[in-house]
């Protein structure tokens, strides 16, 4: 009887600690209390833009459908650098795109039929400093099934442009005021001009160069001084 008891213990310990270590893995705390919040179109629209705030370990995952053989292209734009984006194909267990190393931008070309997943979160220590992250999420579904795509339309562009000339210029993406127009530019490809409001060193210059698939090629200094 002493063995079995013995036996009875050890077991029990082994439970507790294997659920300790299970607690304690990378990413538990965050999938448990992730939200789900689904993305809704407007009629005939084939983009649509979603704003929120996630603190310490609970992240949210953004749902949307998509019909096979569409183009996807995701933009995403966070307060916090600790702040990423993982999506997920339908009925997928693993990330397509793992933000922390493909950055902030995703695309595919075919789309398979389903509901795909955008999940937001923060790393591991951001989140265990209960730190926070206001984000905007730009989500634009384009082509009919088979088809071609439609191509990024020119308010995608002008956010790709904000979110790539922010960090270069050290500013928010709203001190950056964009042409509503996107033009050609003299490589072939599309062009949007624009300017940077630094405060005390004055408002700068700046061109953000698309290529012909309107893919984001370089953003270009556009002031004598570089900046």
Partial sequence: MEADASETTMIARLLIIGWAALTMAPGFAAHAQDRTVP???????????????????RGINYTFETVAGQTLQLL????????????????????VHI???AGNEF??????????????????????RNETCRHTLSIEITGRPGGSSAGVSDARL????????????GVSPRQIA????????AEGGF???GTVDKGREGVKKLRCLFTRERGLDRVMAMTPDGR
Avoid: W
């Fill in 39 to 57: 993305v809704r179109f407007q009629p005939g629209a084939t983009a649509a833009t979603v704003k929120g705030a996630i603190r310490g370990d």
């Fill in 76 to 95: 995403f734009m966070p307060s916090n650098r600790s702040c990423t984006l993982n999506v997920y194909a339908p009925g997928a267990d693993e990330a």
């Fill in 99 to 101: 933000g922390s190393v």
């Fill in 107 to 128: 695309g595919q070309t075919a789309t398979r039929a389903g509901t795909h997943r955008a999940q937001v979160s923060l790393m591991r220590n951001a989140a265990r």
């Fill in 158 to 169: 002008r956010d790709r442009c904000r979110a790539e000339a922010a960090p270069m210029y």
């Fill in 178 to 185: 964009l042409a509503a127009r996107v033009g050609p530019s």
């Fill in 191 to 193: 062009q949007i001009d």
